[in-house]
């Protein structure tokens, strides 16, 4: 008995458009392999000399201070995700509708932004511990005071910005779990926190694994909030050893180290994870009635739910907006809309280039599922688990050298020289995000394209259309809403990504985002928030948008 390949077009198809289709789908995987196994190679061949220096001074703190880090960012998200999650869903207390989509706004700051705002009022010298002096007459050193710049501080500012990744995992997951399930374990006697850990919790444990993901993922790719508050991790010590120390053998063999733990965090929780799955909402009996709150109950609830949103979003606007109106930066001055011309330029144009790519990775694997669509699928998701300073060395290692040798050949050939022809362009920096990204814009593509029947598929090709016709033809307009999502989430990601467009950028290619940290480096914090305002500004609009699908009846 013998069955056809899945992975050969049948004959009423093109070849031509597979072709294409199939080419273009590796070549994207082929571009978010390389800064990987350009780390990789870079690291192996710089000699044993850096390898040992470093395990004798800053590996052992870098490695300790990330753990660290990841420890205290992992359990401060789940912690307010889970319980804001399922406070607002199964429970009815005042202002609840209004929480349920505030609980989202925190996702639109970067979290050096945050840093910022909480160190003028925090530091020594705001307005926190200078009322605090003048009410007590406290001299500076009659009292002690929680120090903003540590890893304590810089975990607070990341816990308040990426706890919306478990909040939106953990209530999309509470939201589709059948109340009969946790109805029966109340009746056979257990209590409502019984239930809730036996119950809910294990059900909803494969997207809040997801959600702590990402922010785990966000956390050692940080640079901005813990180079500002001076933590020494892999993200910072990867910037020092590149531009500072000049090591470019250190660099690479510091990224590595991130890069193996980063892969093994994404790897370990995929073998926990085992077979668990979502509830498939399709199949659920009933929704469990919310519970209405009275009293102390009800004022908990409204702490839990409504402090992370006063923390994490009202109080550091309002900060922003008193340090940026005693700023001496002009938004409209010609230098500044220059950070704002280049900002946008990146953004758009990476976005525009990674749900391009999203869309043909995607599609090539709906088509073609196999092997080899899956493996491209799978390589081109590795990029999110990869920091933005380790994605910034493996691009520039293998792209310098070229550069270089191409240079020594037109000297000695031709007697010219052509300079960094590809290491300072933008379009080395578009590639860094869309390696970065792009797995964020294939899973808003995937989610939309799980809509799309394959009956459809199937009356398009009856009908004559090829497979590139089919997509635009059908698929297209029905994902429209998924792309819109996609193209929003990339252009946001690429205007507060820091590392990689600090190590990548051409010359004298200023963005916001530089702008902001270069201000705040240089303790003008008036004048970094005016940058980061604009930051937070433009990443509001997903944040609506995302808001407004939360705030959806159900």
């Known amino acids: 008995m013998t069955s056809t390949p899945t992975n050969i077009a049948p004959p009423s198809v093109p070849r031509e458009g597979m072709r294409l289709l199939k080419g273009v789908s590796l070549l994207v995987a082929s571009i978010c392999a390389l800064p990987m196994l350009a780390v990789a190679i870079a690291a192996l061949t710089g000699g044993t000399q850096t390898v040992r220096h470093l395990a004798e001074t800053v590996l052992p703190g870098y490695a300790g201070t990330t753990l660290l880090l990841v420890v205290l960012v992992t359990a401060g998200t789940f912690a307010i995700g889970v319980s804001a999650a399922w406070l607002v869903t199964m429970t009815r207390f005042p202002l609840v509708r209004v929480l349920e989509v505030a609980l989202v706004l925190p996702l639109a700051f970067p979290a050096y932004v945050l840093a910022y705002a909480y160190t003028h009022i925090l530091d020594h010298p705001g307005i926190v511990q200078t009322t ?39 209530r999309a997951a509470f939201l589709q779990q059948s109340g009969s399930t946790f109805l029966a374990a109340r009746a056979l006697g257990s209590s409502a926190w019984v239930a809730f850990f036996r119950v809910s919790l294990p059900l909803a444990r494969p997207a809040i694994a997801g959600g702590v993901l990402l922010a785990v993922m966000e956390t050692i790719a940080d640079f901005g909030t813990v180079a500002y508050f001076g933590v020494q991790t892999f993200a910072t010590g990867i910037y020092t050893s590149w531009f500072s120390l000049f090591d470019r053998s250190g660099a690479a063999q510091l990224a590595l180290c991130l890069l193996s733990f980063a892969l093994l965090l994404a790897m370990l929780e995929r073998a926990q994870r085992g077979g668990a799955k979502y509830h498939d909402p399709s199949r659920r009996a009933d929704v469990m009635p919310p519970v209405p709150l009275r009293g102390m109950h ?21 900060v922003l907006l008193w340090m940026g109106i ?100 933008i379009w080395l920096l578009i590639t860094a995000y869309l390696v970065r990204f792009l797995a964020a814009a294939l899973g808003a593509y995937e989610g939309g394209q799980a809509m799309v029947h394959a009956n459809m598929d199937a009356a398009a090709r009856s009908l004559g259309e090829t497979p590139l016709g089919t997509l635009r033809r059908v698929h297209l307009p029905i994902l429209a809403p998924s792309l819109l999502t996609a193209l929003l989430i990339v252009f946001v990601d690429v205007m507060k990504e820091l590392p990689a467009t600090l190590i990548m950028r051409p010359f004298n290619y200023d963005t916001l985002a530089v702008q902001a940290y270069r201000l705040a480096s240089d303790e003008r914090l008036n004048g970094a928030a005016v940058p980061s305002l604009v930051i937070v500004a433009v990443g509001l609009l997903p944040v609506i948008l995302i808001c407004r699908q939360v705030g959806r009846p159900r």
Do not use: H, K
């Open 132 to 170: 605090l002096r003048s009410v007590t007459g406290w001299g500076p050193r009659d009292y002690w005071f929680p120090e903003i710049r540590s890893l304590g501080g810089a975990a607070l500012m990341l816990i308040l910005v990426l706890y919306p990744y478990v909040y939106l995992l953990a």
């Open 298 to 318: 009800a004022v908990t609830a409204l702490l839990v739910c409504g402090l992370p949103v006063v923390f994490g979003a009202l109080l550091p606007i309002g």
């Open 326 to 425: 005693g700023s001496e930066q002009n938004i409209l001055s010609p230098r500044y809309l220059g950070f704002i011309r280049n900002s946008l330029t990146l953004a758009g144009i990476a976005a525009v280039v990674t749900v391009m790519a999203a869309i043909c990775v995607g599609f090539f694997q709906r088509l073609r599922p196999g092997r080899l669509s899956r493996g491209a699928a799978y390589v081109a998701r590795l990029g999110y688990a990869v920091p933005g300073g380790v994605i910034a060395v493996g691009l520039l290692v293998p792209f310098a050298a070229f550069d270089n040798q191409l240079d020594a050949w037109m000297r000695a050939t031709f007697d010219i020289s052509t300079g960094l022809l590809i290491t300072g362009s």
